[in-house]
């Protein structure tokens, strides 16, 4: 027979197990908000992440108001991509209709909107089109879904009231809008900042207020690395590899860091991104002892032009043998956004430790942000001249608080409930017509009287008086 554990042991292994998972699970990010709703479904939906997503007729903290009866519909096919189960059922509104959530903690909120078009004898999905809104913002105006795969839309908005109140409207009286699932999360406190870094051409500003605008979230990139799933998030968020949007011609080298990424307190948290975009980098490589000025790595995105957008660089120093010996340049657009980046100084001497600098750009008429890191004069030399870990791109709400389009939240809501976005420009113009010709003939008559005054006080008495 084996020998058998002593039993004081095996208390000692129990405890230690049960304080490790204790102590995981207090360092999980767990929000005061977490709606998360499998929209037409009569049953939940658990993901490969473990999240269980509840029917919408089945959810306290979530109210379906729509005119019309409420329609579901259900695939009859069994789709093969990841998380299958919460595209097979959807919702489907034939008129203005709207989601409510009560929310328990006021502050930003992440916004995904899950999209799968597929067909039933009533429904083609892929001829919906629709728009979006929500808290006073455009969201999606016009919108169709892409049949190719599942669309994840994910909007970041601040809520100051006790509900957040989703929009759904058809784009006219012969279409229709639908939506697979829903999520409404909390954001952490240190995810959205209130300053940034402006880029202009001749100069660097400060822009503030960035925590109260509404943002779309259009790319988040995993430099030098592989995908990242929301199983390894703790936001549930996707990053995708940068080869797809990398286009230098430098020479580049990946590294990889195994050990410990050395998280500081009022730093930068796993909330902001995960420790599988700061262990890998793309780093600009150069000869020991030599380095190449001219040297730089740039990638491009795709973008809406008459924007501005949020531009989030993460970096961590996993390269360097030593502190103090990278610095560098970064671009945004080709103009210089932080000349001489200091990465030790800024991570308080520490190396493997993240930090995140935030931009904010206008892109122009291309559609092309381009976002570039250079090396510096100061710089070492010795190893790397210029590192970046992840980046993220966020359109920017536009004046009218659109990020879809130039119609503001009012038009957009006036259109649902019965107009037309052509009868609405109609109406304005032609009342704006009707003020001018008030105005103008307010002012004729005006005149008029003035000069009829004048007529009389200058009028010749008769001969005869």
């Not at 994840?152 to 279409?175: M, Q």
């Not at 003035?450 to 005869?464: F, G, V």
């Amino acid at each position: 027979m084996g020998n058998l554990p002593n039993p004081r042991h095996l208390h000692i292994l129990l405890f230690l197990q049960f304080f490790f998972l204790v102590s995981f699970s207090f360092g999980l990010f767990s929000p005061a908000d977490n709606h998360l709703i499998d929209c037409g479904s009569s049953s939940a939906a658990t993901l490969h992440d473990h999240r269980i997503f509840l029917p919408d007729t089945d959810c306290r903290s979530a109210r379906l108001v729509s005119g019309h009866p409420k329609i579901s519909v259900a695939s009859e096919a069994n789709p093969s991509f990841q998380n299958a189960a919460l595209y097979q059922t959807a919702r489907v509104f034939t008129s203005l209709s709207s989601y409510e959530f009560h929310i328990a903690s006021k502050g930003n909120h992440i916004i995904r909107l899950h999209f799968y078009p597929f067909s039933t004898p009533t429904h083609n999905l892929t001829s919906a089109q629709f728009h979006v809104f929500s808290s006073g913002f455009v969201l999606l105006t016009n919108f169709t879904a892409s049949s190719d795969s599942p669309s994840i839309k994910e909007f970041i908005i601040r809520v100051d009231d006790e509900k957040v109140v989703i929009f759904f409207a058809p784009a006219d009286s012969s279409s229709f809008a639908f939506v697979n699932a829903i999520e409404v999360i909390s954001a952490p406190g240190e995810l959205i900042g209130d300053t940034a870094r402006l880029v202009q051409p001749d100069e660097i500003l400060k822009f503030d207020g960035l925590s109260k605008q509404a943002m779309a979230t259009l790319f988040r990139i995993n430099v030098g690395g592989l995908k990242v799933t929301p199983f390894n998030d703790t936001l549930w968020r996707t990053w995708i590899p940068d080869t797809d949007f990398f286009n230098s011609d430098s020479v580049t080298k990946i590294f990889s860091f195994s050990s410990r990424i050395m998280y500081r307190e009022y730093g930068a948290s796993r909330e902001v991104a995960p420790d599988s975009v700061y262990n890998t980098a793309r780093a600009i490589d150069v000869v020991v002892g030599s380095s190449n000025l001219s040297s730089r790595i740039t990638w491009s995105f795709p973008v809406d032009h008459g924007y501005r957008y949020l531009i989030r660089m993460h970096f961590c120093d996993i390269a360097s043998l030593a502190l103090n010996e990278l610095y560098f340049n970064v671009y945004i657009n080709g103009y210089l956004a932080y000349e001489d980046f200091d990465i030790s100084s800024a991570t308080g001497q520490v190396l493997a430790s993240p930090y995140y600098v935030d931009f904010v750009a206008d892109v122009g008429s291309s559609g092309i942000l381009h976002v570039t890191v250079g090396p510096s004069r100061h710089g070492d030399h010795s190893r790397v001249d210029g590192l970046l870990n992840g980046i993220e791109i966020m359109k920017l709400s536009n004046d009218v608080g659109s990020l879809d389009g130039e119609l503001p939240f009012a038009l957009v809501l006036h259109n649902s409930r019965g107009g037309s976005f052509g009868s609405t420009v109609r109406s304005l113009v032609c009342w704006f017509a009707f003020v001018v010709l008030s105005v103008m003939g307010f002012v004729m008559v005006l005149r008029w009287r003035r000069e009829s005054k004048k007529q009389i006080a200058w009028t010749p008495l008769p001969m005869d008086a």
